[in-house]
């Protein structure tokens, strides 16, 4: 009973933790002068990585690589398949000539990158610099050409205004955002792995499927709302920016500190799942320039597949 007591308060709290982190981040950024575009660049897509960045880096220090690994394998397929296809199915969502130019373009290059690092096994300080190099380079041509173009990145928030909130009240909630981060991964982390000893299930199982759908809730809960609201602004280049900064930033970051082995079943398997997905949204971001909702309902089944394979055929 205390593991799934973990498991459910662990992941309430990394959600809540993410939320909160975000919200206090950015207003400290606004308060300090720092434009909308290095706020939604570098702390909103950091505060949406919060979650993926702490689980991978707790579970890599307490010996449980699996997991480190799995729970952004899991997430990056969960966004695409799982938060795109369900959030298109409530309403079809267009997708702007950035995303097909450049976003998709990045995200697949990185998550190439990162295949070709992995190959040999493992995930350590050379792996984990190269893919932190990408991410620093993908920034810097980001604001680069905003500023050429003297305009705001389509799924940069263009609502964010200078912060009236006291900036105690701002820190408040990046510390309390950062304690609910740690300590919903830790016990996250241990619920997981006990309910998977438990049922004799591995620990990669857990962290693909529950762990991976736990820090991917925030995505999943902001994009329905919006999608439930007729808000057609939602941007697809969110949810690939998710994906490159889960890559580049979490392994990477992950890589370095705790250098992990990567299994045969992640090399074998899972990885050209996260491969594949990628690869099917671009045909269907072309289609029309627009997620229509037969092709969320694709790329929902296609998450169901994956599910199934992981869980009841035992390819993990």
């Not at 599910?307 to 035992?314: A, C, E, Q």
């Amino acid at each position: 009973m205390l593991a799934y007591i973990q498991l459910t308060v662990g992941l309430i709290l990394l959600i809540i933790g993410g939320e909160v982190l975000v919200k206090g981040a950015v207003e400290c950024a606004l308060r300090f002068r720092i434009s909308k575009l290095v706020v939604g660049m570098t702390v909103v897509s950091f505060g949406t990585s919060a979650p993926e960045l702490v689980v991978s880096i707790q579970a890599a220090y307490q010996g449980f690589p699996d997991i480190a690994l799995g729970n952004i394998i899991g997430s990056n397929i969960a966004n695409l398949a799982l938060v795109l296809g369900l959030t298109a199915i409530v309403f079809p969502i267009a997708v702007s000539k950035n995303s097909l130019r450049f976003d998709w373009p990045v995200m697949m290059f990185v998550t190439l990158i990162f295949y070709l690092l992995i190959l040999d096994g493992d995930l350590g300080i050379f792996e984990g610099s190269a893919l932190l190099l990408v991410l620093i380079v993908f920034n810097t041509f980001l604001i680069w050409k905003s500023r050429q173009e003297n305009s705001i990145p389509e799924g940069i928030d263009q609502d964010i205004e200078t912060s009236t909130v006291p900036l105690w009240r701002s820190l408040l909630f990046v510390g309390l955002g950062a304690g609910a981060l740690a300590f919903g991964s830790d016990w996250l982390v241990e619920g997981a792995v006990d309910v998977a000893h438990r049922f004799g299930v591995s620990d990669l199982v857990i962290s693909v499927t529950i762990v991976a759908f736990g820090t991917s809730a925030p995505e999943l809960i902001t994009s329905i709302m919006a999608a439930f609201r007729k808000h057609a602004d939602i941007s697809i280049g969110n949810l690939i920016g998710s994906n490159i900064y889960n890559i580049a930033l979490v392994l990477g970051v992950t890589g370095i500190l705790k250098p992990i082995q990567v299994s045969e079943t992640i090399l074998s398997f899972d990885i050209y799942w996260v491969l594949g997905i990628a690869l099917i949204i671009f045909p269907f971001m072309l289609h029309k320039r627009k997620i229509s909702r037969w092709e969320g309902a694709f790329l929902f089944l296609a998450y169901l597949v994956y599910i199934f394979l992981v869980v009841k055929l035992g390819k993990i």
